[in-house]
């Protein structure tokens, strides 16, 4: 069959006039402390526009740890400061602001209560002068993670009763402190523990406590798994679940979102070269899961240390050192932007949340700054702004650079200053398939995937361009000029956006482009002339759903090529191989179900999962989202 072949580079998706959010800057910070050891556990903004810091002070008070209460303004400078504690250790875990306007600070006291640690629960007036506290315990060690004021004015705390086994614990109090019920959460069996991290009430006026179960596992170390407790309103335990197996778990701290569900955030250790990574699980209030997904951000390890939806329907978190790290992802849990900021010194984040302007307020420690070893460290970063770049890719305009070909290229732009992202822009060359030009020593340099990259700044943001081929896991700092010529001889890249203001990068976002290289046939038959991978469908699914995609003939003639579609979860676990043989060139359709697949598939839990298609140097990955 005589066909007409014209190579054509395509780049099917262009950007034009983007949008992209970006990283907020620090408005101001501020430190606290003595020539000890001083550390920032939790900040909330208060009815005035302040802030309120409860911090952990080695500096100042009775002796020991003391619990640190902070009151800023606005510009975060001290109105007034006070301590609570006696000759032991006392500890902050979190303060809310009260019903009357004052304040209560939730944490651990050594120097009262019934022997060894217990729950302490401070009251103070708007002022921070003490109105009562109170403690709850028994004769092992109560330790508590995290407490609230309830909409009828009672308290909620949560935590850990730590003996030969650790329970998780959650209490209950009248508005004055006085004891309701407490529940234990957790094994008698040797070698398994329970830990309390995090409690919200639900709809239903009961409340979900998230945690941390731990247990031995053969060969002789210890699992780690998320653990959800559904705790009725008088206390009774009525159910718990657990999340994934684990080497380690960090976290588990939950949050109520603005749709109903809530979000369980940590970390996890697993196997592969980034460590510790944080993973988001989105479950409903009876603790089904709907999605989850690890975070990817730029430093390792990370442990993620709290956490607090946005109200652009996201989240935003902080994780543990060696710089104040804060990560941004949108409702899905993917990354969109990373801010870090610090000194020489370790410098670590432990409390973030979403003030009225929609910035952030960062409380923590820092040893780069202030009096001594360590001083609480206060942050506050403004509202990341949107901005708009304009950025169109498409091959060389300098018809010189092309030799030997029996005609000028044809180029064709449409609409470059147009919004629309669907804009066709593409080089024909005839017959020949390769670019080439001489160099000053006359050798013929071949440029067989080449480039002109365009980008018009349309604000006042610097930009860079960095270039990696698809294959590689990371981006090499590769820099390519804006409004310059340059390329590669790989099939697919990637180009990632860096955003710099004043010669800084102030932000980490990746927005990645993608372009193959493909034929462009003109034949009756038809000729297929990419690869394609095709969104599943239905997404979200259960328990199966259907996956397209499409194999094209190579540059010289139609023939097989070995594919592969695997199925991975978000951990990068292979959960299924659904296509492993050569395919002839066409479209194809396969099914994936999440209760069976040819035996090899496990009945798998409602989450994110993906889907990747390798054909030769093609690889390409999308996501898809079981819902059960």
Not at 186 to 215: E, K
Not at 251 to 279: F, H, M, T, W
């Amino acid at each position: 069959m005589n066909k007409k072949l014209i190579y054509s580079l395509f780049i099917p998706l262009l950007f034009a006039t983007a949008s992209f959010s970006q990283i907020p800057d620090t408005v101001w910070t501020k430190t606290f402390g003595g020539v000890s050891s001083d550390v920032g556990n939790s900040v909330i903004e208060t009815n005035d526009g302040g802030f309120i810091i409860a911090a952990t002070t080695n500096s100042f008070g009775a002796g020991g740890q003391d619990i640190w209460l902070i009151k800023t303004d606005e510009n975060g400078d001290t109105l007034w400061t006070k301590t609570f504690g006696g000759t032991g250790n006392d500890r902050t875990a979190n303060v809310v602001q009260t019903n009357d306007n004052g304040y209560a600070v939730f944490g651990t006291t050594n120097s009262y209560g019934n022997g060894g640690d217990d729950f302490l629960l401070w009251k103070t007036d708007p002022l921070g002068n003490t109105q009562w506290h109170k403690t709850y315990g028994g004769s092992t060690d109560e330790r508590a993670k995290e407490g609230h004021q309830l909409p009828d004015a009672n308290y909620i705390i949560v935590g850990d009763s730590v003996g030969q086994n650790s329970f998780a614990w959650i209490i209950k109090t009248f508005e004055d402190g006085t004891f309701i019920w407490g529940r234990a959460a957790g094994s008698s069996s040797y070698g398994v523990h329970h830990h309390g991290r995090a409690v919200l009430q639900t709809d239903d006026g009961g409340f979900a406590m998230s945690g941390i179960l731990a247990y031995l596992y053969p060969p002789g170390g210890y699992v780690n798994e998320y653990a959800f407790y559904k705790i009725s309103s008088n206390g009774s335990l009525l159910y718990y679940k657990e999340y994934g197996m684990f080497g380690g778990v960090w976290g588990a701290i939950i949050k109520k979102l603005s749709d109903g569900n809530l979000i369980l955030g940590g970390s996890v250790k697993s196997s592969g070269p980034y460590l510790e990574r944080p993973l988001m699980i989105k479950i409903d209030q009876s603790g089904n899961i709907i999605w989850d997904n690890i975070i990817l951000g730029s430093q390792y390890p990370a442990i993620l240390t709290s956490f607090e939806p946005t109200n652009d329907n996201g989240f935003i978190f902080t994780i543990y050192g060696p710089h104040i790290s804060l990560l941004k992802c949108d409702e899905y849990g993917i990354l969109t932007w990373e801010k870090i900021v610090g000194g020489p010194q370790y410098d670590e984040a432990y409390s973030i949340s979403q003030i009225s302007d929609s910035g952030y307020i960062v409380t923590g420690y820092t040893k780069s700054f202030g009096a001594g070893n360590s001083d609480v460290w206060l942050l506050k970063f403004n509202y990341p702004i949107q901005t708009n770049v304009q950025i169109n890719f498409f091959p060389p305009v300098d018809t010189a650079l092309v030799q030997g070909g029996c005609c000028t290229p044809e180029i064709t732009v449409r609409n470059l200053s147009s919004t629309s992202v669907r804009d066709s822009i593409s080089i024909e060359p005839g017959p020949i398939t390769t670019f080439y030009y001489f160099d000053s020593t006359g050798t013929q340099i071949n440029i067989d995937n080449y480039y002109f990259l365009v980008i018009d700044s349309l604000d006042e943001f610097e930009y860079e361009v960095w270039y990696k081929p698809k294959s590689n896991d990371i981006f090499d700092p590769i820099v390519i000029p804006f409004d310059s010529s340059f390329y590669t001889d790989n099939n697919n890249f990637d180009i990632q956006l860096v955003v710099k203001k004043n010669g800084e990068i102030i932000d980490s976002l990746t927005q990645l482009f993608h372009a193959d290289f493909g034929l462009d046939v003109d034949d009756e038959e038809g000729f297929i002339d990419e690869f394609e991978l095709a969104q599943n469908y239905p997404n979200p699914f259960n328990p199966s759903t259907k996956i397209k995609f499409t194999i094209p003939a190579t540059l010289n003639e139609v023939e097989g090529s070995l594919v592969t579609l695997e199925v991975f979860d978000v951990l990068g676990n292979e959960i299924a191989t659904l296509v492993n043989q050569e395919k002839q060139p066409g479209t194809y359709e396969v099914e994936f179900n999440a209760t069976s697949h040819s035996g090899s598939v496990r009945n798998l839990t409602s989450g994110i999962y993906f889907y990747q298609l390798k054909a030769g140097d093609f690889t390409e990955t999308k996501k898809m989202i079981l819902m059960k």
